[in-house]
């Protein structure tokens, strides 16, 4: 059963459920409320700076383009 997006941002915002958008079947996206998104955002920020921190203990340098090259696959990883 179809449900409109007020019902929906009703559930997340007062029942604090999350919602996962499917399109033919497959999930696509999700409704999170606002200090789910929060959280998220503080895990993945936590997530960046671990591996900031692994880098920095690996010996010799790196260049800057190389790290970011890598941070960004690990924020693809986390989607």
Known sequence: MRST???LLDRVVHHGERVAVERY???VAA?????DQEILEAIEDRMDLEAAREALREPGR???DEVRAEL???DDAAV
């Open 5 to 7: 997006i007020s019902d």
């Open 25 to 27: 079947g497959k999930p």
């Open 31 to 35: 409704l999170v409320s606002s200090k």
């Open 62 to 64: 790196r260049r800057w």
């Open 72 to 74: 960004a696959l690990l």
